[in-house]
């Protein structure tokens, strides 16, 4: 074959340097989809698990942080897998809504295994398997941040983004909070409850957090501005 034969869009057998991203591309987007479908497998078990111990409550479990940013991943995951797949580039959007789950997932591993690992679950659920744990916890951050930082073909984003990805975590911790006061007292996580530790103890949590999501969210976009120069050393696109 000749160094002037087409490949896959346009990629010519000569040009190492493209067809060296467009391979790691494709490679990523299988594996989020593969990632996508994981997770899903995990949340069906621990939703399957609760129901069989009889305590499934969808109000409180869909209250989670950690599921609702896990249902989160699936739809992100699946279409950026799709997007990997099918096209050389992602859309803007698909870029920012990234730029969350990086920072959001992050926040779940970190989070977890420092506050939360080893404590009992509020509403007395007693885990059969460790798996769904580990899926949401530490593998899903993992794969989440590790495509973050090796995907080509992905827009650099403006600082802009800081501020719409704090949107969502803000609003989950208003809703959550007022859900506890305002309804059947129960609060996700013992750090939003203003009975158990005070409002100032909360504003402490929560503000770390807050800070820690936009710290997250502020080295991934600089992760993005550096791999915009090191894709395009080596031929590619970030």
């Known amino acids: 074959m000749s160094k002037s034969t087409a490949l896959n869009d346009g990629v ?3 040009d190492f340097p493209a067809s060296w991203t467009l391979l790691l591309r494709r490679t990523l987007g299988l594996a989020n989809v593969v990632g996508a479908f994981v997770i899903a497998v995990a ?3 621990n ?3 609760r129901m069989v111990q009889g305590i499934f409550d969808p109000s409180h479990y869909f209250q989670y942080f950690t599921i609702q940013t896990s249902i989160i991943n699936i739809v ?3 279409m950026g897998g799709m997007f990997a797949l099918l096209r050389r580039t992602d859309p803007r959007w698909y870029a920012v809504v990234r730029a969350g789950t990086v920072a959001y997932a992050v926040v779940v591993g970190v989070v977890y295994n420092v506050l939360l690992a080893g404590l009992s679950i509020n509403d007395g659920y007693i885990s059969t398997f460790e798996f769904p744990n580990l899926v949401q916890h530490v593998w ?5 941040a590790a495509e973050w930082v090796l995907m ?5 984003l403006g600082w802009r983004v800081l501020w719409m990805v704090a949107v969502y975590p803000l609003t989950w911790v208003v809703a959550s909070i007022s859900r506890g006061l305002v309804g059947d007292g129960w609060f996700p996580y013992f750090f939003l409850n203003p009975g158990e530790m005070g409002w100032d103890w909360v504003g ?5 957090i807050a800070a820690f999501i936009i710290v997250v969210t502020a080295v991934a976009i600089l ?3 550096l791999h915009g120069r090191v894709f395009a050393d080596v031929g590619g696109e970030r």
């Open 140 to 144: 899903g951050p993992i794969l989440i």
């Open 47 to 49: 939703i399957t698990d």
């Open 43 to 45: 949340l069906t078990v």
């Open 152 to 156: 080509p073909g992905r827009a650099q």
């Open 76 to 78: 992100a995951l699946t």
């Open 204 to 208: 402490i949590y929560v503000g770390g």
């Open 12 to 14: 010519r057998a000569g």
């Open 223 to 225: 992760i993005g501005r």
